[in-house]
């Protein structure tokens, strides 16, 4: 195994010693692991293209679910094959990481380089790419307008926090869903596409989603319910329960959303907004470095 990775480092970790500890270990272990931090917007890309071109082929997010994200992008949007990537979570939420069993610990994240890795499908929404999920409705405002400082505080508690407080604006998204022998329409409250399980904190919208299927998990959580049940479930930390028979189901390899009205789309942190979403899995299109079994992939629970 080539053993040379390059380390992406979100800005706000720039300080954090366990993660220079964990590198420094990785080092004197015989690893060429090479550190880029991000300042702003667009960097985490163009620190994928020169690892590329210096003849990395694995590349280490170290930060949220936001910078798995871009870095996913880039590497999807680079077109090269044999590509992987291993996360360091650093996070707010972190909820790939945590459905998928990667250790919060630096140094135990980084110890996860010495296992192969994994091939793994990737989801595209129109031209973004994510390895996570995809949110939509309510449940989307939420999650993007609760604040950085409260959720430092309440951890995934503060989006059902939020929602609470936002309830009385409460108003059902509409839309048509359209895949391989599958079709739904109504109003919905919250949707979720997911390549993983959770998205927003904890919220479990795919408890069956697995990253190496082939598939994408469809959850849409029609609007014809009690609305303040809805919300409370919704956003409780640890999810609605799939027994409760909340949501419609399905399990898909493409999926076309049209809405009314402009939706707001939401890739792991990324915002797309239109009136017309195609998604399409890429099956195994890049590796991940994951634990042994991980929940997330294979026949493991």
């Not at 890309?45 to 003849?55: C, I, K, M, N, Q």
């Not at 994408?216 to 409370?232: C, F, H, Q, S």
């Amino acid at each position: 195994m080539d053993r040379k990775a390059l380390l992406i480092l979100h800005g706000k970790q720039a300080g954090n010693e366990d993660i220079r500890e964990a590198v420094m270990a990785r080092r004197e272990d015989g690893w060429d692991l090479a550190v880029r931090v991000t300042w702003e917007d667009g960097d985490a890309e163009r620190y994928v293209r020169e690892a590329l071109s210096l003849g990395y082929a694995t590349l280490i997010a170290a930060g949220g679910d936001g910078s798995v994200r871009d870095i996913t992008q880039a590497l999807m949007e680079s077109g090269e094959s044999g590509l992987a990537l291993a996360i360091v979570p650093l996070g707010t939420a972190n909820d790939l990481a945590t459905a998928a069993g990667i250790p919060e610990a630096p140094a135990d994240a980084l110890a996860l380089l010495d296992r192969p890795a994994a091939p793994v499908d990737v989801i595209q929404a129109n031209d973004s790419y994510f390895l996570n999920m995809a949110t939509g409705g309510f449940g989307t405002e939420v999650t993007s307008e609760t604040s950085e400082d409260l959720k430092s505080v309440l951890g995934g508690a503060a989006y059902l926090l939020t929602g609470l407080t936002r309830f009385a604006e409460v108003r059902p998204a509409k839309g048509t869903f359209k895949g391989p022998d599958f079709e739904w329409q109504g109003e919905f409250l919250a949707l979720g596409v997911g390549n993983g399980r959770q998205a927003g904190g904890g919220q479990r919208l795919c408890p069956e989603a697995k990253l190496d299927d082939g598939l994408m998990d469809v959850a849409i959580l029609p609007a014809e319910m009690d609305l303040l049940a809805g919300v409370k479930k919704l956003f409780n930390n640890g999810g609605v329960a799939d027994n409760e028979g909340l949501f419609v189901r399905a399990r898909l390899s493409e999926l076309t959303i049209t809405t009314p009205e402009p939706m707001h789309l939401n890739l792991d942190g990324e915002p797309l907004k239109d009136t017309e979403f195609t998604l399409r899995l890429h099956p195994h299109a890049i590796a991940l470095h994951l634990p042994e079994d991980c929940p997330l992939t294979g026949d493991a629970d």
